[in-house]
Nanobody, 114 residues
Framework: QVHVVESGGGLVQPGGSLRLSCAAT????????MSWYRQAPGKERELIAG????????SYVDSVKGRFTISRDNAKNSVYLQMNSLKPEDTAVYYC???????WGQGTQVTVSS
């Protein structure tokens, strides 16, 4: 059974940094792509970053390019989202997603505010 758990959210001031972690189990982690989504209040959930399994190529939505970095550690069955230069508009619940099984984590709140 595929299980996904995020951690690392919190309150941070504008310009600050946070690192989100996602642990995924129940499948051969290294083979499959992983994604990060976010959902701000009153808005639809949006894809912000993805990373392939083989080769680990990554992609980003324009609004986070140059500020966020997605990475993975296949030995730990984990994917990460390093978020730098955070802005108030980055405030959202962040979700880890396994596309192959359409499985979501429970989400972790990120609030950017002074």
């Amino acid at each position: 059974q595929v299980h996904v758990v995020e951690s690392g959210g919190g309150l941070v001031q504008p310009g600050g940094s946070l690192r989100l972690s996602c642990a995924a189990t129940g499948f051969t982690f290294s083979r499959y792509a992983m994604s990060w989504y976010r959902q701000a209040p009153g808005k639809e959930r949006e894809l912000i970053a993805g990373i392939e399994g083989i080769g680990s190529s990554s992609s980003y939505v324009d609004s986070v390019k140059g500020r966020f970095t997605i990475s993975r550690d296949n030995a730990k069955n984990s994917v990460y989202l390093q978020m730098n230069s955070l802005k108030p508009e980055d405030t959202a619940v962040y979700y880890c997603y396994v596309p192959r099984w359409a499985r979501w984590g429970q989400g972790t709140q990120v609030t950017v505010s002074s």
